[in-house]
């Protein structure tokens, strides 16, 4: 129950729409362990292969959560969470998501556009590409691309960029 404008006691429903961030902050938020995917169950081997795995949900996550407290009632902290590695949790018991009940969590979380963009290029684009014809190839053809005002000229190409800015178009 909240006061509103006007002083009068109103009870609110609050929601949950979207929770944008990246991928380590997904993990954390949904309590997985770290690179497990918020959206379905696969592994990080079994990403990309022509199996469908199960999609994953907030509901699971909790249940899973419970069932570890149930089969220890009376684990320590370090213990919980040793066990919740084991079936892939981070170890977190109380997620401060359990009393939103009509929101599941993994359908919330998304990414940040700035990351997204970037995991689509550098990650599978650029290395798709460069799996194709090859860095020399690809370095190459960056370095011939003509000089245009306002954008960066790759001369020594892409292969070697680390750490991507943002400056980079």
Not at 159 to 168: A, L, N, R, T, V
Request: hydrophobic share 35%; net charge neutral.
């Amino acid at each position: 129950e909240m006061v509103d404008s006007e002083g009068l006691v109103q009870k609110e429903i609050l929601r949950l729409a979207a929770y944008p961030c990246d991928l380590p902050e997904q993990s954390l938020i949904c309590c997985l362990a770290p690179n497990c995917c918020t959206c379905c169950t696969a592994g990080t081997r079994q990403l990309g292969g022509s199996n469908t795995c199960k999609s994953q949900s907030g509901s699971d996550i909790l249940s899973a959560i419970h069932s570890i407290r149930r089969k220890f009632p009376d684990a320590e902290t370090w213990r919980f969470a040793m066990e919740a590695k084991n079936i892939g949790l981070n170890g977190v018991e109380e997620p401060w998501w359990i009393d939103f009940p009509e929101t599941d969590i993994c359908k919330a979380v998304c990414p940040d556009v700035l990351h997204g963009l970037h995991k689509d290029f550098k990650d599978h684009c650029a290395t798709w590409n460069t799996n194709i014809i090859s860095k020399l190839e690809l370095n190459s053809r960056f370095r011939r691309l003509p000089k245009w005002p306002g954008f960066r000229h790759f001369t020594g190409g892409i292969s070697k960029i680390s750490q991507w800015s943002g400056k980079e178009h």
